[in-house]
């Protein structure tokens, strides 16, 4: 095996282990996959127990890497960050330089 391909097979297992590895990058885990190839989207790999609904348990989990806190996504005050709450906190941050 020539040193470029042991480097791409080295760099290709380094990301498929990624997500296994506690990697947190939102854009990475969005384009996570289920072994049968589906996408799963970050919140819906946050929310642990299935409800659509983010607890601060929860969130604190899913968001280690980011520098938010939940008081800045759950919007409405309710204790909870929805599905709606999280995709404008995501489509806001986007929107910033």
Partial sequence: ???????????????AA?????????DKLSR??????EHVPV???IDSDGNGMLDKDEFARGTTA???TFAEVDR??????????WDEHKKIKKQQP
């Fill in 66 to 68: 980011e520098q938010i």
């Fill in 76 to 85: 409405d005050g309710d204790g909870k960050v929805s599905r709606q709450e």
């Fill in 1 to 15: 095996m020539s040193k470029t391909s042991a480097l791409a097979a080295t760099l290709a297992a380094l990301f």
């Fill in 32 to 37: 996570d996959q289920t072994p049968t190839g």
């Fill in 43 to 45: 919140f819906n790999q």
């Fill in 18 to 26: 990624a997500p296994l590895l506690g990697v947190a990058n939102d």
